[in-house]
């Protein structure tokens, strides 16, 4: 074991001595950034509050009830929006570390790679997001992540057998298995 890991420590060594501090650098970036991202959303705060639009003058309560609905299509609006923005931040960067010239071959595949799996993950998502509302989930949002998937879905209760039916989705899509998928309900109330 003990020459397995100081080979790898060798190699690692060989490695940064032929990127040179611009090249290792920009490689750290890449990881790191890939990693803010994967935990942005798998840490994700996800019963934030968003700010309320206007203020309900009414009696009736109707006024209300078109603002609770506007707050959580906001809410839904607001998740897809963070995760595009994070995923044009992440491939910027990683479009810089391919396009650059003292990067090294091997950490621009890399970051070649890492924009392909961005982009499958993205067509994946958009597929568990159009089936799902084609099966009746008026908003819903997934995010996969590594070899998990979160939903966030409008309800005020799933029935186990909309739950089967999302798992059945996020399976058949990205292959993820119902153990290690996390549905979250957002509420029209909250």
């Known amino acids: ?47 934030k509050a968003l700010p309320k639009l206007a203020v309900d003058l009414t009696s009736d309560g109707e006024a209300e009830q078109t603002l609770e609905a506007k707050d959580v299509e906001d809410y839904f ?13 992440a491939i910027e960067v990683l479009k810089t570390v391919t396009e650059s010239d003292t990067a090294l071959a091997d950490a621009k595949a890399r970051a070649g790679e890492e924009i392909s799996r961005i982009a499958a993950g993205m067509e994946k998502e958009a597929n568990i997001e159009a089936l799902m509302q084609s099966r009746g989930f008026r908003q819903c ?50």
């Open 77 to 89: 609006a607001s998740i897809t929006l963070e995760r595009r923005q994070a995923r044009d931040e």
């Open 1 to 47: 074991m003990k020459e397995k890991l100081s080979g790898f420590w060798t190699r690692c060594r060989e490695i940064a001595s032929k990127a040179g501090a611009r090249g290792v650098i920009a490689l750290c970036a890449v990881v790191i950034l890939g990693g803010a991202i994967a935990l942005n959303f798998i840490l994700g705060d996800d019963e």
């Open 141 to 190: 949002v997934a995010v996969l992540s590594d070899n998990a998937c979160s939903v966030i879905v409008e309800s005020e209760g799933l029935l186990q057998s909309e739950v089967a039916q999302i798992s059945e989705i996020v399976w058949e899509q990205a292959g993820i298995e119902p153990g290690c998928l996390r549905i979250i309900e957002k509420s029209p109330g909250e």
